[in-house]
């Protein structure tokens, strides 16, 4: 089945620095990449929504300037949590939707980046 | 706005039961259905996944059924195992909702020895 890749899986930062979180479809090419947030035993939040070559989407409520969201290519997408504090402080975790014309659309998920800002 | 409900939120049985996690849906104007499992500190493995035209998915031990008008989904684990311990999320995305998965409350699975 396809592959999505998640790096890093876990990230200790201090309070005020940045963090970048990729994510790479590696063998398909993805028209259209999700980022979701997770906060303990709740379910998942998509913060945005990201096309390859145009701006991402973002979701009511979400702040575009704190979460950068670059997608350069048809196999890559970078979440970036800029100045990040303690409050941003959850699971992410980005899925990439096939290309594959025809069939339902289906999305693959990564295996989530725990970020902790101390 | 969609909402998606899950119930039971936490499930205990012992190994071998059949068991039934159930999803409701807000707006029955969806274009399809995905359960997922996701294991702790883990992303999702998609499971099983229902257009809006089809009534039931079967997968091994899973089987998943829809019924739009209701607003409804189950997802039925045949002979449970410990491994099928775990978080099953249900989502759906809605016609025209231009792919966005709106995500359920989830159910908590553990299967006991």
């Known amino acids: 089945g396809a592959v999505v890749s998640q790096h890093p899986s876990r990230v200790i930062c201090k309070s005020g620095t940045s963090v970048k979180i990729e994510c790479r479809s590696l063998?398909?090419?993805?028209?259209?990449m999700f980022w979701y947030r997770q906060f303990p035993k709740q379910s998942l939040m998509l913060m945005a929504t990201s096309n390859e070559g145009s701006k991402a989407t973002y979701e009511q409520g979400v702040e575009k300037d704190k979460f950068l969201i670059n997608h350069a290519s048809l196999t890559l997408s970078t979440l970036t949590v800029t100045s990040a504090h303690p409050e941003d402080s959850s699971f992410y975790i980005c899925s990439a939707r096939s290309k594959l014309a025809g069939g339902p659309a289906v999305q693959y998920f990564g295996a989530g980046t725990r970020l902790s800002v101390l | 706005k969609q909402e998606v409900t899950q119930i039971p939120a936490a499930l205990s049985v012992p190994e071998g039961e059949n068991l039934v996690l159930n999803c409701s849906f807000t707006d029955s104007a969806i274009y399809n259905l995905q359960w997922f499992r996701q294991d702790p500190g883990k992303g999702l493995t998609s499971l099983l996944l229902?257009?809006?035209?089809?009534r039931e998915q079967t997968s091994g031990r899973l089987n998943a059924s829809l019924d739009k008008s209701s607003g409804r989904s189950t997802l039925y684990i045949a002979a449970s195992q410990p491994g099928d311990s775990a978080t099953y999320l249900c989502a759906v995305i809605l016609t025209g909702g231009g792919n966005k998965l709106t995500f359920g409350t989830g159910t908590q699975l553990k299967v006991e020895l």
């Open positions: 229902i257009q809006s035209s089809q």
């Open positions: 063998d398909f090419q993805a028209t259209t």
